[in-house]
T-cell receptor, first 113, second 114 residues
């Protein structure tokens, strides 16, 4: 099992460019999450998907969109990147939608210039 | 709304010394509590979790935590740390709505020196 995989590992964008961060899990989990991590801020939830076909906003959704493509894949899109979106992005998944452990991917380090 | 406060942003300690990383939470309902560890340039890994039952929870790598409902705390402890324990530690509380969303504290960097 690869667990949770994320692509790309690193990305540099110019302000206004768009990109999609990809996430996939092979653990048959039904819930998936996107977080951003900034120094001194911990992890903040951007969007989550409790099950295939549903998505909900988290704490910091502005400037992002998500797609739950199927049970395995959950992508995060930046339509018009801004320097404030420079961050490390983590995808996570969990087995059931009630307080089970979340498994994290290795992260994507995004810089917007 | 829930919140998590990690009282120390950085904890320096010498190898083989004991350590306690403090975590307090705020919630109007019962919660589940977690400690995660992040080694440099890696994702997060679960150390331990409290769901119910015994308030003393044992995790991986010799760590343990005690849930104290009256003090709304979930402090992490290890009796003797190693250099390899140098990492950032995050306390998190679950969303009781049932969708497993987590609210994280801002993290505590544990720095173990020889």
């Amino acid at each position: 099992n690869a667990g949770v995989t994320q692509t790309p590992k690193f990305q540099v964008l110019k302000t206004g460019q768009s990109m999609t961060l990809q996430c996939a899990q092979d653990m048959n989990h039904n819930s998936m999450y996107w977080y951003r991590q900034d120094p001194g801020m911990g992890l903040r939830l951007i969007y989550y998907s409790a099950s295939e076909g549903t998505t909900d906003k988290g704490e910091v959704p502005n400037g992002y969109n998500v797609s739950r493509l199927n049970k395995r894949e959950f992508s995060l899109r930046l339509e018009s990147a801004a320097p404030s979106q420079t961050s490390v992005y983590f995808c996570a998944s969990s087995l059931r939608d009630y307080n089970y452990e979340q498994y994290f991917g290795p992260g994507t380090r995004l810089t917007v210039t | 709304a829930q919140s998590v406060t990690q009282l120390d942003s950085q904890v320096p300690v010498f190898e083989e010394a004991p350590v306690e990383l403090r975590c307090n939470y705020s919630s109007s309902v019962s919660v589940y509590l977690f400690w995660y560890v992040q080694y440099p340039n890696q994702g997060l890994q679960l150390l331990l979790k409290y769901l119910s039952g015994s308030t003393l929870v044992k995790g991986i790598n010799g760590f343990e935590a005690e849930f104290n409902k009256s003090q709304t705390s979930f402090h992490l402890r290890k009796p003797s740390v190693h250099i390899s324990d140098t990492a950032e530690y995050f306390c998190a509380v679950s969303d009781p709505s049932g969708y497993s969303t987590l609210t994280f504290g801002k993290g505590t960097m544990l720095l173990v020196s020889p």
